[in-house]
C-alpha cells in the first residue's frame, strides 16, 4: 500500500507513544491527536504535510527537584470556535488546560493555565475513558481516585455545581470501562436530550451467573440537577441496560460476546433515531472471537421503559419489578413534555428514592435481526475499532464498515440486504495492513469530505483512501464482482463511483454481483494470460493462480494435448488444491498438458489464466546434464559443461538465453583475471571469481 502511494504514515515520536486521543476537525481541514506528552494537528489531505504538534507535560517535585513526567492526553474536545480542552494523566495527577487554535489554523499554543483533572481524566493511562463536551459542560466516565476503586459519571465545567453517580455502589456501577458518550435527542423539545454512555462493567451479584463481563447502555438526563434531599449533587435519571450480542445456538444456549470495544453512531435524517453499530469480543477462555452487531434506538427506549431490575425472593435473585412505579417515571427528563416539572430538584421524594434503589432494567436490548451482523472466529485477531460509511451505489444506499484489529489489520466490509435488512449478506471487500508492525488500532476517524480514513495506534498513526479501485482487476467483470460501492466500470477500467455522473460510469450491482446483467459479454473477463512453466518428472510442482476476490472459488480443469475436452481436476494423495494454487506431489509423464484455472463466483466463471506445463523425462535430463554431481551440484565451468547448460535452456525455451549466456562469459572472464593476479611476494595465486553483488543475485 506505501508503493502504491494508498497509505501515508506518521511513524511518531521518539519520546512519544499512545496515539489514542482523535477529534476530526472537517472545517479547519485538521486531524487533531492526542498521545503521550503532546497534541499534534495533521493535515487531513497529507498527515506528513505541514503537521503541528506542541508539548503537553506535567512536572512533579521530588526532594526538591522539579522532574518530567509522562502526561497521556485522554480529553481532547472542542470547547468554542477558538479553543479546545484537553487533558491528560499527568502521571497519576490528572490535569487539564485549554488549547488555542484560532478560527484559522496559523495558530497552535497551550495555555499557561492548568486545572485539576480529577473527574475528567483517568489516573491511569491504561484506564478506559470516555468524554463528550456540548454546551459548556463536560460529561465523563473514569475514574475519580488513584487506585481505580471509584468510577463515576461526571459533569463537570459550566455554571452548575458538579454531578456525578451514586458512589460505592455496584448496583449503579460495577467496574466499569466506558467506551463513548454521546448526545442523542428524545424528542424536539431540547429539555427532554439525553446523554447515552457505552460502557463494559462486571455483573452484579446474581445476575446473569458464570457472565464475568456484560456490555451496558446507560442514559442520562441533560437537564438533570440532582435531588433536592436525596440524591444531592448525584444524578436522578440514570438508568442502564445490558446489550445483548450473541448468537442463537442449540438447546438454548447462545455464543455471547460481552467484551464491548467501540460504538459508532450512524447518523440518519431523524437526528432522534440514529443507527447504533458496535464493536464486541469474548471474554471467554474457551476461543476467540469478535462479532459486530446493530441497534436502532426504538429498541433501546422501549426497553428503558421498563420492567426495573428489582431484587426479590428467598435467593435475592434478580427479577422484574412488579410493584406500582411513581409518577413521573423514574428516568423520565424534567420537561414540559412529560409531567410539567422544572427540574429534578422537584421531583417527589418516592421518585428519588425508587430511582436509587432501581438503576437497572430488567430486560436487555436485542440486536436488529437478533443476531451479529458479521462474526470472526478461529482467527488469530480480535476486533478493536469501527467506523461506518454511508454510500450512494445505483442500485441504492449502502453502509460499509471499516473495522480495525488488535493486529493493525483493517477490515473493510459491506452488509447487503437480503430479502430484508434483517437478513444481511456479509462481503469482505478488502483486509489491509495499515502498520508496518502488528500492534492494536486503538482510535479510528472518518473523513467523507476527504474520502480518507485516519487511524491510530502505540507507534503512530495511518491514513488511507476509503476506495482503491484499481486493486479489482482491468475487467469489467471483476469490477462487478467486487460488489464495492465506491467503485463502478466505467468502460475502459474500475474506476470511482459518482451517483451525478453519466449513464456510462454506472456499470455495477452490489445487491447481487451479477456481471452479466450489468454488461455485454464481449470482453467480460479481460484478456486471459497464457504462460508456459515446465517440471521433472517425480518432482513436486506448484501451479500459482489466485483470484482476487475473497469470495470466489478456483476451479481448474486440464486439457491433454491433442484433445478438446477439459476435465475437472480432482483432490487425491498426489494433488492438492489450495487457496493459492495446485500442488501436485510428484510429476508424471500423464501431467503434461494445459491447465485452465477459473474464478467461480455467483454463478460467473471467469478464466484466470491457462498454464502450459511440460514435464522433462528424469532421463532425458540426465542425459542432457551428465556430470552434474561431479560438478558440486551447478554447472561446471568447461567448454563441454557450457554446451549442456545451453541445451538445457533450449529444452525449456528460456527466454533469457543470450543474458545468461552473457552472464556466464563475464564470470569466466573474470575468473580468468582473478587466476592470474601475483601475490605481493610476486608468487602467483589461484583466487576464487570475486563477483559483484548485482552478478552474485543475477547468478542466484
Not at 553 to 563: A, R, S, T
Request: proline residues 5%; charged residues 25%.
Amino acid at each position: 500500500m506505501l508503493e502504491t502511494s494508498n497509505l501515508v504514515t506518521f511513524n511518531g515520536l521518539a519520546n512519544s507513544s499512545s496515539y489514542d486521543a482523535f477529534l476530526l476537525d472537517e472545517e479547519r481541514g485538521r486531524l487533531l491527536v492526542g498521545a503521550e506528552d503532546h497534541i499534534f494537528s495533521f493535515d487531513l489531505v497529507n498527515i506528513n504535510r505541514d503537521h503541528k504538534q506542541v508539548k503537553f507535560i506535567c512536572t512533579r517535585l521530588y526532594f526538591g527537584y522539579s522532574l518530567e513526567c509522562s502526561n497521556f492526553i485522554r480529553v481532547l474536545q472542542p470547547y468554542n470556535q477558538t479553543h479546545m480542552y484537553i487533558c491528560g494523566t499527568g502521571a497519576f495527577h490528572p490535569i487539564c488546560s485549554f488549547l488555542e487554535m484560532g478560527k484559522r489554523d496559523n495558530i497552535f499554543r497551550l495555555a499557561s493555565h492548568f486545572e485539576n483533572g480529577r473527574g475528567k481524566s483517568p489516573y491511569d493511562p491504561k484506564m478506559l475513558s470516555a468524554s463528550l463536551l456540548i454546551d459548556g459542560e463536560l460529561y465523563s466516565g473514569t475514574s475519580a481516585d488513584f487506585m481505580g476503586r471509584d468510577f463515576a459519571i461526571f459533569r463537570t465545567l459550566g455554571d452548575h455545581h458538579p454531578i456525578r453517580t451514586e458512589q460505592h455502589d455496584s448496583r449503579w456501577l460495577n467496574d466499569p470501562r466506558f467506551i463513548s458518550v454521546h448526545l442523542i435527542p428524545e424528542s424536539d423539545n431540547p429539555e427532554d436530550d439525553k446523554i447515552f454512555l457505552f460502557f463494559k462493567e462486571n455483573a452484579m451479584d446474581g445476575e446473569h451467573t458464570g457472565k464475568a463481563t456484560i456490555a451496558r447502555i446507560g442514559q442520562l438526563c441533560k437537564n438533570d440537577m440532582g435531588g433536592h434531599r436525596s440524591l444531592v449533587n448525584k444524578w436522578t435519571t440514570f438508568l442502564k441496560a445490558r446489550l445483548m450480542c450473541s448468537v442463537p445456538g442449540v438447546n438454548g444456549i447462545d455464543t455471547h460476546f460481552d467484551e464491548l470495544q467501540d460504538v459508532f453512531l450512524m447518523s440518519s435524517k431523524d437526528p432522534k433515531n440514529p443507527l447504533i453499530y458496535a464493536v464486541f469480543t469474548t471474554s471467554s477462555n474457551i476461543f476467540k472471537g469478535s462479532a459486530v452487531c446493530m441497534y436502532n434506538m426504538a429498541d433501546i427506549r422501549r426497553v428503558f421503559l421498563g420492567p426495573y431490575a428489582h431484587r426479590d425472593g428467598p435467593n435475592y435473585q434478580w427479577v422484574p419489578f412488579q410493584g406500582r412505579v411513581p409518577y413521573p417515571r423514574p428516568g423520565t427528563c424534567p420537561s414540559k413534555t412529560f409531567g410539567g416539572f422544572d427540574s429534578t430538584k422537584d421531583l417527589p421524594d418516592d421518585v428519588i428514592t425508587f430511582a436509587r434503589g432501581h438503576p437497572a432494567m430488567y430486560n436487555p436490548v436485542h440486536p436488529i435481526g437478533g443476531r451479529p451482523i458479521m462474526v470472526r472466529t478461529d482467527v488469530d485477531y480480535q476486533f478493536s475499532q469501527l467506523v461506518v460509511d454511508r454510500v450512494e451505489a445505483e442500485d441504492g444506499q449502502y453502509d460499509v464498515m471499516f473495522i480495525g484489529t488488535d493486529m493493525g489489520t483493517v477490515l473493510k466490509v459491506v452488509t447487503i440486504p437480503r430479502e430484508s435488512w434483517h437478513d444481511l449478506e456479509e462481503v469482505v471487500l478488502e483486509e489491509m495492513t495499515v502498520f508496518r508492525e502488528p500492534t492494536p488500532i486503538t482510535a479510528m476517524e472518518l473523513s467523507t469530505k476527504q474520502q480518507q480514513l485516519y487511524l491510530g495506534s502505540g507507534l503512530g498513526v495511518s491514513q488511507m483512501s476509503l476506495h482503491r479501485c484499481e486493486v479489482y482487476g482491468k475487467a469489467c467483470a471483476e469490477c462487478c464482482l467486487a460488489r464495492d460501492p465506491y467503485c463502478a466500470w466505467d468502460g475502459s477500467e474500475c474506476s470511482r463511483y459518482f451517483p451525478t455522473a453519466k449513464r456510462r460510469t454506472r456499470r455495477q450491482d452490489i445487491r447481487n454481483g451479477d456481471p452479466l446483467s450489468q454488461y455485454d459479454t464481449d470482453g467480460l473477463g479481460g484478456s486471459v494470460e497464457d504462460r508456459s512453466v515446465y517440471g521433472v518428472e517425480n518432482s513436486s510442482m506448484f501451479l500459482e493462480c489466485s483470484p482476487k476476490s475473497q469470495r470466489a472459488l478456483i476451479y481448474w480443469q486440464l486439457q491433454k494435448p491433442n484433445d478438446d475436452r477439459k476435465l475437472e481436476i480432482k483432490r487425491d494423495d498426489r494433488v492438492l488444491r489450495t487457496d493459492q494454487g495446485l500442488l501436485i506431489r510428484s510429476l508424471a509423464q500423464s501431467d503434461t498438458g494445459i491447465y485452465h484455472c477459473q474464478a467461480v463466483e455467483h454463478g460467473f466463471i471467469q478464466p484466470l489464466l491457462r498454464l502450459n506445463l511440460q514435464v522433462i523425462p528424469a532421463q532425458r535430463l540426465g542425459d542432457i546434464l551428465p556430470g552434474l554431481s561431479s560438478a558440486g551440484g551447478g554447472v561446471g565451468h568447461s567448454p563441454k559443461h557450457r554446451l549442456w547448460y545451453r541445451d538445457f535452456l533450449s529444452l525449456l525455451d528460456h527466454p533469457d538465453l543470450n543474458s545468461v549466456e552473457e552472464f556466464c562469459d563475464r564470470v569466466w572472464k573474470k575468473e580468468r583475471k582473478q587466476k592470474r593476479v601475483k601475490t605481493p611476494n610476486g608468487n602467483n595465486k589461484n583466487l576464487q571469481p570475486s563477483l559483484s553483488s548485482e552478478d552474485r543475485q543475477q547468478h542466484s
